[in-house]
Every structure is written in C-alpha cells, then in structure tokens.
Nanobody, 129 residues
Framework: QVQLVESGGGSVQAGGSLRLSCAAS?????????????MGWFRQVPGKEREGVAY???????RYVDSVKGRFTISRDNAKPGLYLEMNSLKPEDTAMYYC??????????????????WGQGTQVTVSS
C-alpha cells in the first residue's frame, strides 16, 4: 500500500508561483521501491473530470499537458520519497484541487486518471486575477 499526502497549496495572484509537495509512505514504499512507481499530478474543479497535469517516471522522464508546458515542472526525490510540482506564471484557469497519484502500470496512458491506483487527499490552489 502507498499513502500520499499533498501540501503546499494556497491562494496567489495571477503570475505568481507555488510549489506543491507530495510525501509518500507505506509498506511498499522505500527509497529503492519508490523509484518503480510512476507518479503523477492531477487537478480537478467542481463539475469537471480530473485532468492529468504531469507525470514522471523513476528515472526522471516527464511529460506535461499542453496547458502547463513551460510553466510547471514536476520532479521527485526517490530517497525521501517525495513528489513535487513547481508552478510558475500561474493563471486563474489553474485554480483547482491538485492531487498526486502513483501507479506501477507502465503500459497505460500516464495522464489518464484511471491508470493510477493510489491517490492523496488533494491540496487546493486558487489563482486570482
């Protein structure tokens, strides 16, 4: 099992920055095993489906949804273990609840929420204009 706890959300003005963190723990997570999980950040606003924002594999290869490319950076620390999302040049449309997620399923589309088995409780990001 994997437990994920997000932190770092808050309220900022457009153009500002936030750094989200996700701490991972559990009996199947350690420095060596955490690197075998694909990790993703997702976001959701009320009434809409949960959207994939970015994912990263154990070696650091990452992919982003087009709307955040050049503004967001996903990273991980396999030793801690933790996942991070650096968000710059924030826009009001980035306002959402942000979730981190984990999976070992490498054969599926990694920006699809259905690929992931483990989820955190979410952290709210609000960007005002």
């Amino acid at each position: 099992q994997v437990q994920l706890v997000e932190s770092g959300g808050g309220s900022v003005q457009a153009g500002g920055s936030l750094r989200l963190s996700c701490a991972a723990s559990g009996d199947t997570v350690s420095g060596d095993t955490f690197s075998t999980y694909y990790m993703g950040w997702f976001r959701q606003v009320p009434g809409k489906e949960r959207e994939g924002v970015a994912y990263i594999d154990g070696a650091g290869l990452s992919r982003y949804v087009d709307s955040v490319k050049g503004r967001f950076t996903i990273s991980r620390d396999n030793a801690k273990p933790g996942l991070y999302l650096e968000m710059n040049s924030l826009k009001p449309e980035d306002t959402a609840m942000y979730y981190c997620a984990a999976t070992k399923n490498s054969m599926a589309y990694l920006l699809n929420r259905n690929t992931y088995n483990y989820w955190g409780q979410g952290t709210q990001v609000t960007v005002s204009s």
